[in-house]
C-alpha cells in the first residue's frame, strides 16, 4: 500500500460520513457547511479525469479508496471465488438498527466485481437479484462469499451470500457480460 495518506483519508471519511449519519442537531453546523464548502473548492481545482483519480481507482488501497460501498475486505480472490467481512457504518442505517435495502445490491456488485476483475476481464453488470433474508446489522463483522455459477462465452453467472455468523442475511445472483474489445 502506498502511504501517501489516502487510506487515512478513505477511514477520515467513513468515520466522518458515519458521524453525521448519527448526529442529532449541532450548533457548529453552520460552521461545518462552511468549513466543506471551503475544501470543496479546494479539491475542484484538482479535478481529474477518470483513470487519473483515486476514488475508486486505487487497488492498493482498502475499498479503492472509495466510501460509496460498505467496507469489504476481501481475504480470499481468486477467478471463480472471493470470500471476505464486510461492515455496514451508521452511513448505510435504514431503519430500527438494519442496513438499508440499497446497500446489499451494492456490496455484492461490488464483490461480484473482485471476481471478473482477477479474470482479467473487462465486465459489467447485466442483472443483479438480491434475496433479503435476515436483516443486515450495522456495526458488526459479516462474512461475505461470492463465487462463479457457471460461465457461457461471454456470460458470467454468478451467486453470493451475506452471513452474521450463522445467520443468512441477503443472498445474490448476478449476470456480468464480458465486454467486447472496443466497447465503451
Ligand atoms: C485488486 C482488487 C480489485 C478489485 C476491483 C473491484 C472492482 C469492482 C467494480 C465494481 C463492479 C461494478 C460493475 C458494474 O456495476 S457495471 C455498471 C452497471 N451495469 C451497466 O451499466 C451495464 C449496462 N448494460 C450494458 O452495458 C450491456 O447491456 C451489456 C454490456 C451488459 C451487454 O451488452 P453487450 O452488447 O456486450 O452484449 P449483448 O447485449 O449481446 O448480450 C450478451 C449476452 O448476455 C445476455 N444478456 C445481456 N443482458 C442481459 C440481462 N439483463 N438479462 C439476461 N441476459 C442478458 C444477452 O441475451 C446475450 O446472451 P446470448 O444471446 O449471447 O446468449
Redesign the pocket.
Known amino acids: 500500500m502506498t502511504d501517501d495518506g489516502y487510506a487515512e483519508l478513505t477511514s477520515a471519511l467513513r468515520g466522518f460520513l458515519d458521524a453525521v449519519a448519527t448526529a442529532g442537531p449541532h450548533d457548529q453546523v453552520q460552521a461545518l457547511t462552511d468549513d466543506l464548502r471551503r475544501w470543496t473548492a479546494i479539491l475542484a481545482e484538482s479535478r481529474q479525469e477518470e483513470g487519473k483519480r483515486v476514488f475508486?481507482e486505487r487497488?492498493d488501497l482498502p475499498d479503492?479508496g472509495q466510501t460509496l460501498t460498505p467496507v469489504f475486505a476481501?481475504q480470499v480472490?481468486t477467478t471463480s471465488k472471493v470470500e471476505g467481512t464486510a461492515w455496514f457504518g451508521d452511513y448505510f442505517h435504514g431503519s430500527n438498527g438494519a442496513a438499508h435495502g440499497g446497500t446489499l445490491p451494492l456490496l455484492f456488485?461490488?464483490v461480484?466485481?473482485?471476481i471478473?476483475?482477477?479474470r482479467g476481464s473487462r465486465?459489467?453488470?447485466?442483472?443483479l437479484h438480491t434475496d433479503f433474508r435476515s436483516v443486515t446489522p450495522i456495526g458488526v463483522d459479516l462474512q461475505v462469499r461470492a463465487w462463479v455459477e457457471r460461465a457461457?462465452?461471454?456470460?458470467l453467472f454468478l451467486a453470493a451470500d451475506l452471513r452474521d455468523g450463522e445467520v443468512v442475511c441477503a443472498e445474490a445472483e448476478a449476470?456480468?457480460?464480458?465486454?467486447?474489445d472496443g466497447?465503451p
Do not use: N, S
Open positions: 475508486g487497488f479503492r476481501p480472490v456488485d461490488e461480484f466485481g473482485h471478473a476483475v482477477e465486465a459489467r453488470t447485466a442483472y457461457e462465452g461471454r456470460k449476470l456480468f457480460v464480458l465486454l467486447r466497447a
